[in-house]
């Protein structure tokens, strides 16, 4: 294994919750292998409290939370990303952002949690829901033997990241 540190933006819609979450979830789990970085195609400018507080609760420091636009990324001087994965979902008919350049991509799919129904509790067992299943599918991504696999390979196997549907169990 090479010391490389792969850099990985999460892109949704509005980066206030499953991107922040993805973000967050990314540094701690590859921690030393990955540098995750997270945007919006439309930056609601906050983080949604419901995430702020599932991340504290989680021992997260909430520090690098901000909502921010994805053309952040594009500017001279942005870190120079190895994989773009957009996590809005398509059931809902969100519109995702298509990341120019020549990372590596695929879509990882979730609801949304911000746009859940109900109670507090209802909404925030929707938060806790998407953390579990973007969790899920990063410690899959991290695990993959990045230096050995081909590119098609590779692809091939964000893609299936992605489909994953039943993510109990997996780790």
Not at 39 to 58: C, I, N, R, Y
Not at 91 to 101: H, L, N
Request: glycine share 8%.
């Amino acid at each position: 294994m090479t010391g490389k540190i792969y850099n990985v933006l999460f892109l949704c819609t509005g980066n206030s919750a499953r991107s922040i979450l993805a973000e967050a979830i990314m540094n701690r789990v590859g921690q030393g292998r990955f540098k995750a970085y997270s945007a919006g195609s439309q930056a609601k400018g906050e983080v949604h409290p419901f995430t702020l507080d599932l991340l504290k609760q989680m021992n997260f420091d909430t520090g690098f939370a901000r909502s921010k636009n994805w053309d952040e990324f594009a500017a001279p001087g942005a870190p120079t990303m190895d994989f773009v994965f957009t996590v809005c979902d398509n059931a809902a008919k969100e519109s995702c952002p298509v990341w120019p350049g020549q990372p590596m991509s695929a879509h990882w799919g979730i609801p949304d949690p911000a746009s859940a129904t109900g109670t507090d509790a209802e909404k925030r067992l929707a938060f806790s829901e998407a953390y579990r299943m973007l969790n899920a599918r990063i410690s899959i991504f991290t695990n993959l033997p990045l230096a050995s696999i081909d590119r098609l390979a590779l692809q091939d196997r964000l893609d299936s990241i992605g489909r994953t549907s039943d993510l109990n169990g997996a780790a």
